[in-house]
């Protein structure tokens, strides 16, 4: 005993489902719907999405996922970056000032007397310049006389050096020495050395 397959098709006017044997595929028909005649075909399987229903949620998740740890990432980065911006600063604030070498000690030893070095501006220029007095307290002459200065920011980091050199200090005559400072975060300086020509 033989068994008929049955198959089911679309009307090709309303759509209505047509149940036909096998055989007759590829026939026309009357559609018993709307009575027109219509061609049997196998319908067309229903549109399925080609992507499980888990395998979307789960890739969202792990985009969600992503972006989380992309923007967890950042603000670790961002806080890092100030904790060590902040070291710094306190260890640039912490930074104690050069310790003072006594400048009248260091000019006397070498037969000099030094006074306070200020800074001054030249009008309508932006240069600045280490100013102050420089006494030759011997009864010689003292030639190519050059004074080196080391220049300090306000936290007391060294940020360079100024110097200037006069020919011939005459005994018991002043020089007043301006040195070019060349770092504008200068806010200090000290005498390093006091030096002449042999």
Known sequence: MSRTKI??????????????????????TECPHCQQPTELFLAAPPQASTVPVKTMVFAFLAVLILVGGWIGTQMALK????????????????????????ASGL????????????????????????????????????LGVRVELDLFDASGVRVGSATDTVRVLKPGAEWRFKARVTDPNTTSARLKAITEQP
């Open 7 to 28: 198959l089911q098709g679309d009307c090709q006017h309303c759509g209505g489902r047509v149940e036909f044997p096998a055989e007759h595929a590829g026939l026309t």
């Open 107 to 142: 000019a006397g030893e070498a037969g000099f007397q030094i006074s306070a070095v200020l800074f001054e501006k030249t009008a309508g220029k932006a240069e600045i310049y280490a100013v102050g007095t420089l006494r030759n307290e011997t009864d010689r002459q003292r």
């Open 79 to 102: 806080r890092a970056q100030q904790l060590t911006e902040r070291a710094n600063a306190v260890a640039v604030s912490g930074t104690p000032t050069p310790p003072a070498i006594s």
